[in-house]
């Protein structure tokens, strides 16, 4: 099929672990040829687009909305509500296709791109046929250039075959799907950064509330943002029907998800899980999951939701992957990643790795994630190096508090005697990226306050350069 | 002179129709430049503005928004070792040694050859698989130190020629949508009435053939 492919086709991505349950994303991955156009026919794809084009638009619009897919990006929005957001009698409305996937922890968007294209083509196709959507842009990472290559190929294959473009099988619906990829930037995930970045522009998130891009997206236009993972449910759910979808899962979380789980497990992989009813447990533990601690390890702490999201800790195993239950104990889902510390884990380390990452993503529009996050990164390097005073830690917390005014989401702690501070937090910057340089902190230091002090006292200890820090701060009243 | 080739100026003005606002392939001339010349120069940037009717200055002002576009030569092989927490907690700091001292370099680089430049990178989807390095935009998982050394000696040698071509391109195929089958693209003011499917009730017959 990929005829056009020069040079050597790389083999699947590793990293995906199937399992005896329920597939609804992930059906076709274990075919060698699951990105062709044959394979994809062959077990039924293309189904749900011919399904979906024998009713009318409205009527599969409903569809969705009965099954309520949850958006699958980060915010967990339902998708068939957020279609229904556009205004009234405006037109056109664009589809842009959320494939930037970088949040820290995250892989399922590259899989489902690199694996069975064609799934989320389809998907592409019955989202613009159900809210009248005339053109769609589906935005790959730059990075990701397997990823490319087979969405490419896939399309090319897909217009050929009379699946994309005018007259789709026949019918009055035509829609282009215009490949689009980008060059490097974390923040042009969010969805407004997008938007801008597929302009032409530089990648910086525009200012939400008053106006979403449902209502004001690319070129002015109504414009739907979804998720690779949330369009690629689509083609399954039109086959089978809302309720076999809402037949999985719990009913505030109906169907499957994929999550990633990375760190110190005996197994990482990705894995499609039922969603709300799987907990954290099973995933760690769990011999069809992760199998445990590498090396009989004890878990120390884990990041539930992507590099984003505040920390839990063994306390929080028994909750399911559940949204609802996950921010009112002090964290998010976010994009279904799981990483996991075991009892080596240098603490004040492993937040600098995340720190770090915001405060280098930064787009520099908002003072105090530009300002703050960098703040953030050298001051917990200092302390990391073993250079950090007692006055950092407080210095730490009041960047944080620049960044969000009030108290921040953590877990609770029956060692800490601690109670759980709820999602969600304010915040003085236009998009998640400032919070985000500080969440890793806040947690780590909340959680694990002992191992920074532990790093500074050695500091202290050291009589010679004991003097002149004191002297250096106290000379120039802080930073 | 690192303006367009023709061949390109062709692709390029394929890729703008697709877009209901030329600027909007701004940055996929920019990687089509960047696939012409390894990097990206003044008169690309040049040419590029004058392609979608923007200034050299707006050009340039997305350009350098984004990390994948160099500006200076960089090496045949771009080297990209993730640094982020799943990688790091599972060894990328000790990948990271290797390199700098396989390559005789600091990461940020490029050996005298100009075969290598290193770089440090964040999280490159592949979590799971850590630690884990990308060259040119293609991945290698779960690599250990001595697998490093031991791609860094096939690089050399062009073993991987085939599988990974030089900085610059990334996607070895282009979406070509064929002239009989493009809707082209809707600009706001081509369409401002709802699409037709969307008032005519059901599309295609239930019983239409396959
Ligand atoms: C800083 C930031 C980065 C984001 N990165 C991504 C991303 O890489 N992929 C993604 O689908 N959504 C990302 N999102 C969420 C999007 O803004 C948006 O909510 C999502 O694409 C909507 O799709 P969904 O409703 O299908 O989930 C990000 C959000 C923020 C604030
Ligand atoms: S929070 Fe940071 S990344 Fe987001 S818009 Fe503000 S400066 Fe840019
Ligand atoms: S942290 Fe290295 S690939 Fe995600």
């Not at chain 1, 159900?130 to 935005?139: D, I, P, T, V």
């Not at chain 1, 829609?175 to 923040?187: E, K, Q, R, T």
């Not at chain 1, 200890?461 to 003097?467: C, G, Q």
């Not at chain 2, 979608?52 to 350009?63: D, F, K, Q, R, Y």
């Amino acid at each position: 099929m990929s005829e056009s492919l020069t040079g050597t086709i790389m083999p699947h991505a590793p990293g995906f672990i199937a399992g005896d349950r329920p597939r609804i994303v992930t059906s076709r991955f274990e075919y060698e040829d699951s990105y062709t156009l044959e394979r994809y026919l062959a077990t039924d794809g293309y189904s749900g687009l011919r399904a979906c084009l024998t009713r009318a638009a409205a009527d599969v619009h409903n569809e969705v909305k009965t099954a309520t897919v949850l958006g699958r990006g980060g915010a967990g929005f339902p998708a068939g509500v957020k279609w229904g957001l556009t205004p009234q009698g405006k037109f056109p409305r664009y589809l842009v296709v959320n494939g930037d996937e970088s949040e820290p922890g995250t892989y399922k968007d590259r899989l489902l791109m690199e694996r069975d294209p064609h799934q989320l083509i389809e998907g592409c196709l019955i989202a613009c046929y159900a809210a009248g959507l005339s053109q769609c842009f589906l935005y790959i990472r730059g990075e990701m250039a397997l990823a490319q290559e087979r969405v490419a190929t896939a399309l090319n294959d897909a217009y050929a075959a009379g699946y994309v473009g005018t007259n789709i099988l026949g019918s009055n619906f035509s829609v282009d799907i215009v490949l689009h990829w980008g060059a490097g930037a974390y923040v042009v995930g969010e969805e407004t950064a997008l938007i801008e970045s597929l302009e032409g522009n530089r990648g910086m998130p525009r200012l939400k509330p008053p106006f979403f891009p449902a209502a004001i997206g690319l070129y002015g236009q109504p414009t739907i943002v979804n998720n690779v993972e949330t369009l690629a449910n689509l083609p399954w759910l039109l086959v089978n029907g809302a309720a076999a979808y809402t037949a999985i899962g719990t009913e505030s979380s109906p169907g499957t998800r994929m999550v990633a789980v990375s760190g110190h497990v005996r197994r990482p992989g990705v894995y499609e899980i039922v969603n709300g009813t799987t907990t954290f447990r099973d995933l760690v533990y769990g011999n069809e999951f992760c199998g445990g601690i590498r090396n009989g390890n004890e878990l120390k702490a884990f990041v539930p939701g992507g590099g984003s999201a505040p920390w839990f800790l063994p306390d929080q195993l028994d909750l399911p992957f559940e949204g609802k239950l996950v921010g009112a104990a002090g964290s998010m889902l976010g994009s279904g990643a799981i990483m996991v510390m075991d009892d080596t884990t240098d603490i004040p380390a492993a937040a600098l790795t995340l720190t770090r990452f915001y405060a280098h993503e930064s787009c520099g529009k908002c003072t105090p994630c530009r300002e703050g996050g960098t703040w953030l990164e050298r001051i917990l390097s200092r302390i990391v190096a073993g250079n950090g005073t007692d006055a950092d830690l407080d210095q730490l917390l009041e960047v944080g508090e620049s960044i969000c005014p009030g108290s921040f989401p953590h877990a609770a702690s029956e060692r800490l005697g601690l109670t759980a501070v709820p999602f969600p937090y304010k915040m003085t910057t236009i998009c998640f990226v400032g919070p985000s340089a500080f969440a890793p902190i806040h947690s780590a230091l909340t959680l694990f306050r002992d191992e920074f002090i532990a790093k500074i006292v050695k500091r202290t200890l050291i009589p010679v350069t004991a003097a002149p820090i004191a002297a250096a701060s106290a000379a120039g009243g802080g930073q | 002179m690192s303006r367009l080739t023709d061949a390109n100026i062709k692709l390029a003005k394929e890729i703008i129709g697709r877009y209901p606002r030329a600027r909007s392939a701004i940055i996929p001339l920019l990687h089509l430049a960047q696939e012409q010349h390894g990097h990206i120069t003044n008169a690309a940037i040049a040419h590029i503005g004058e392609l979608v009717g923007a200034t050299s200055a707006e050009v340039l002002g997305t350009c350098t928004f984004y990390e994948m576009f160099k500006m200076e030569p960089v090496g045949k092989y771009l080297v990209n070792i993730c640094g982020t927490m799943s990688c790091a907690l599972l060894g990328s700091d000790e990948l990271m040694h290797r390199a700098e001292h396989t390559l005789g370099i600091k990461a940020g680089s490029t050996t005298a050859d100009g075969l290598f430049t290193l770089e440090h990178a964040e999280c490159q989807a592949a979590c799971t698989e850590a630690p884990c390095l990308q060259v040119n935009y293609r991945h290698r998982y779960r690599v250990t130190p001595d697998q490093l050394d031991a791609l860094i000696v096939d690089l050399r040698a062009g073993n991987l020629d085939g599988e990974i071509p030089p900085h610059g391109t990334v996607a070895r195929v282009r979406q070509h949508i064929p002239a009989g089958r493009a809707v082209g693209a809707v600009a706001p003011e081509d369409a401002t009435d709802p699409p037709v499917w969307l008032s005519t009730g059901p599309s295609i017959n239930a019983k239409t053939p396959k």
